[in-house]
């Protein structure tokens, strides 16, 4: 039987230079499969494209995946800058977005949520955006590759801290027994607990 480390060998872990076309459905898809409640994969493919793009512009971010063989199975999206999602936005993607919302109200309810409930990251950090893996290729430790490369990112642009928030149990516990993160609050939506967490990369 391979162990973890033979089957990651297999794949390629790196920061996109460029956004080509599949690059960004492939990961449309794995985000809209592996986390079918954010706000930003119920917008649609085009809006989810031109975020990607815009966070891979200057200084606002850096899109890291995992690959094998062209096809992306993970990714993470590292975020430096206040993005305004207003100029992602059209009016089909509102419009697709309310309706979905009549099937998923959590979905509009989250986006309420994020509208109101903003809050400044502790200083010199960045913000892990999203992040995901393909079902399939699940606890073998691409999640902790993609992590790895987004801290070595983050420390080249001198980012001494990452945060990020979840509602994962299993991938907060992760933080703060792997990365001695922080809890630095928790909030509820509906039945679903989020944590915020920081973690010191220097």
Known sequence: MMNDNSLLSDFVIKTLDHLKKDDATQIHRIHLDS???????NLGLAVEARYLAKLM?????????????????????????ELNMKEFLSVWSILRFVILSLVKPIIMIRLIYQLVKSSANPKGSCEVDYFAVSDSMRGIGIGGKLLEEAEKVAFKKNYSSIVTKTNNVRLCSYYRNAKEAKLISSFRILKDEYFNVCWSIR
Request: hydrophobic share 55%.
């Open 57 to 81: 512009k200057a200084d606002n971010g850096a899109v890291i995946v995992a690959s094998s063989k062209d096809e992306i199975v993970g990714f993470l999206l590292l975020r430096f800058a």
């Open 35 to 41: 986390l079918s409640n954010d706000v930003m994969p």
